[in-house]
């Protein structure tokens, strides 16, 4: 069956990184794109992007262009979201999801706090 | 960005009935392709979203004929039939055709 695993929760300081992983498996790792949604508490989600693992391309909203880079490693089946000088702001579950988000990971929590 | 309404923004439901969400675009969702992307999800509580309907009115694998999707161009309507307890959560529309993709603001679904 197909599943996505993610990476546990992160508690980061303001203007740190995060990076969060993403495994895959049950099905193809390079037939489907893979997504990356977050939410805030008590917010709607928000789409940050995509990534081909396949050819590595990636697509992101403008709102996290230059801040957040989507990698992936063939080899382990994973995808990667790091995103850069983090703020309070940035406090979300972050869920990476398959094609048309028709499979969710579990989330993982980061937390942004002095 | 497109925008995503959705109407009601919390229902209460007796068992066994059924509820309607209503979602509007900012602009239209069809595709030259003939296809209109939008997608409906279910959270439940303390879980990861759900895909129930893509495209307007395909369900997905595993989800009940209760959820039928319907509507074109900018307005779309999710209709749960039979309402079961299980339905608790938070509906959203999705529209997956404009760069960035966009989320309505959620239907709370709790039962009476």
Known sequence: QVQLVQSGAEVKKPGASVKVSCKASGYSFTGYYIQWVRQAPGQRPEWMGWINPKSGGTIYAQKFQGRATMTRDTAISTVYLELRELNSDDTAVYYCARDLLSYWGQGTLVTVSS | ?112
């Open chain 2, 1 to 112: 960005d497109i925008v995503m309404t959705q109407a009601p923004i919390s229902l209460s439901v007796t068992p066994g009935q059924s509820a309607s969400i209503s979602c509007k675009s900012s602009q239209s969702l069809l595709h030259s392709d003939g296809k209109a992307y939008l997608y409906w999800y279910l959270q439940r509580p303390g879980q990861s979203p759900q895909l129930l309907i893509y495209q307007v009115s395909s369900r997905f694998s595993g989800v009940p004929d209760r959820f039928n999707g319907s509507g074109s161009g900018t307005d779309f309507t999710l209709k749960i039939s039979r309402v079961e307890a299980e339905d608790v959560g938070v509906f959203y529309c999705m529209q997956g055709l404009h760069f960035p993709w966009t989320f309505g603001q959620g239907t709370k679904v709790e039962i009476k």
